[in-house]
């Protein structure tokens, strides 16, 4: 009777560990997010006419970007950010904002995406953008657009060619 409880203690013994590894590694699997879309170049139009200045706002196509996000399951939250980087050279008085606007497509039931359907501006450091929310399996959206726009644009900035890159993170909540 003794080989018998010794037996069942360890098969009890190992689908408990399979149970909790199983849990602990779907815990662990990471967020992920990747980007496409192609580069926005604004043309500014020329000024004329003397004591004027520019209009001051431009918006790219709702869809410059496509983001596709994962996040993991079992109640998992990821949150969105966005910063961006000179390259080489930005002029701070310039303001790059980016909203979301859309949800792209998923085949998830219970998951939902919120925030960022405003103009957020985009700084140096991480602001976040939007939030995922996976409740009972993984959170997988693809083309999430989102839109970008330059403000700040005055005849008081050099006349120069300026570029940056917009860096977008995912991190659990």
Same mark, same amino acid.
């Given at each position: 009777?003794?080989?018998? +409880? *010794?037996?069942?203690?360890?098969?009890?013994?190992?689908?408990?560990?399979?149970?909790l590894s199983l849990l602990f590694f779907c815990a662990l699997r990471s967020q992920k997010i990747t980007a496409t879309g192609n580069n926005w170049t604004v043309t500014i139009p020329t000024i004329t006419e003397a /004591? #004027? +200045?520019y209009s001051g706002v431009y918006e790219s196509a709702t869809n410059q970007?496509?983001?596709?996000?994962? &996040?993991? $399951?079992?109640l998992g939250s990821g949150k969105v950010s966005v910063s961006y980087v000179s390259d080489?050279?930005?002029?701070?008085?310039l303001v790059l904002s980016a909203k979301r606007t859309g949800? /792209? *497509?998923? &085949?998830? &039931? $219970?998951? #939902?995406? %919120? /925030? /960022? #359907?405003?103009?957020?501006?985009? *700084?140096? %450091?991480?602001i976040e953008l939007f939030r995922i929310v996976a409740v009972a399996s993984l959170a997988s959206y693809s083309n999430i657009p989102i839109q970008l726009q330059l403000s700040g644009v005055s005849v008081t900035i050099p006349a120069a060619t300026y570029n940056s890159k917009i860096i977008f993170t995912i991190s659990a909540l």
């Open positions: 009777m003794k080989t018998n +409880n *010794t037996i069942f203690f360890a098969r009890y013994l190992f689908k408990i560990t399979l149970i /004591g #004027s +200045n970007i496509l983001l596709t996000a994962e &996040v993991p $399951l079992l080489p050279t930005w002029n701070s008085n949800n /792209g *497509t998923t &085949v998830c &039931v $219970l998951c #939902s995406i %919120t /925030g /960022g #359907s405003a103009y957020q501006a985009i *700084t140096l %450091t991480d």
